[in-house]
């Protein structure tokens, strides 16, 4: 069974720095995708930024951005220019990549990130 | 675009009663459906996939009698929580599975908050 590691409950980063949140996960696939994912006070979960496992790039989504390191299962996510509004639980999660694409995510367990105005 | 609702918000039952919780994604076709449950302060838990004119497939350690899971149309899955406990009370996320281009993304519900008595 695939799982994913958050060793980080809680970050705490003032506005307009970086900071780096940490995942690591465990699968015996070849072919994943991984996923960040934020959920703020209202519960809903908004996805910040996804990484296909065949790719070397690492993908970025405006101050967003990941360290992808497949043969050490490593998976931070970067936080540039913080701002207010990033402060949120984020969950890494995994899916194994199917034909049908029809299997669920398994998340981490999240990291309480607190932005220090 | 790739717009998911839950109905209830929130619902209230007496211990022994059964609620229903639908999920709809608004804009666009969902073949596959996934049921979450989380609990306070705690991540996602995957529970089922639903598919679209097939019976649901469960995760280990949950009751498919219990938690009733129907996927009639390609825009509507519906969870039914039967005989509902304490034990019970959690928040519903459900996920709708849409590809945009090449690539397939899960889009949230905003979730469901289910307190029982």
């Known amino acids: 069974a695939q799982t994913v590691t958050q060793s980080q409950p809680e970050m705490s980063v003032q506005e307009a720095e970086t900071v780096t949140l940490s995942c690591t996960y465990d699968?015996?696939?070849?072919?994943?995708?991984l996923f960040w994912y934020k959920q703020p006070p209202s519960r809903q979960m908004i996805l910040v930024i996804r990484?296909?496992?065949?790719?070397?790039q690492n993908a970025t989504e405006n101050r967003f951005s990941v360290n992808f390191q497949k043969a050490a299962k490593s998976f931070s996510l970067k936080i540039s220019d913080s701002q207010l509004g990033d402060a949120a639980m984020y969950f890494c999660?995994?899916?194994?990549?199917?034909?049908?694409?029809?299997?669920?995510?398994?998340f981490g367990k999240g990291t309480h990130l607190i932005i220090q105005p | 675009g790739a717009v998911v609702s839950q109905h209830p918000s929130r619902v209230i039952c007496k211990s022994g009663t059964s609620v229903k919780i639908e999920c709809r994604s608004l804009?666009?076709?969902?073949?596959?459906m996934f049921w979450y449950r989380q609990f306070p302060k705690q991540s996602l838990m995957l529970m089922a996939t639903?598919?679209?004119?097939?019976?649901?497939?469960?995760e280990q350690g949950v009751e498919k009698d219990k938690f009733l899971i129907n996927h009639a149309s390609l825009t509507l899955s519906t969870l039914t929580v039967t005989s509902a406990h304490p034990e019970d009370s959690s928040f519903y996320i459900c996920?709708?599975?849409?590809?945009?281009?090449?690539?397939?993304?899960?889009?949230f519900g905003p979730g469901t908050r289910l307190t029982v008595l």
């Open positions: 996920s709708a599975r849409t590809r945009l281009g090449s690539t397939d993304t899960q889009y």
């Open positions: 699968t015996s696939e070849s072919d994943y995708y």
């Open positions: 990484q296909e496992a065949y790719k070397q």
């Open positions: 999660a995994y899916r194994v990549y199917s034909g049908g694409g029809a299997d669920g995510l398994t």
């Open positions: 804009d666009f076709q969902a073949t596959t």
């Open positions: 639903s598919n679209e004119g097939s019976k649901a497939t469960y």
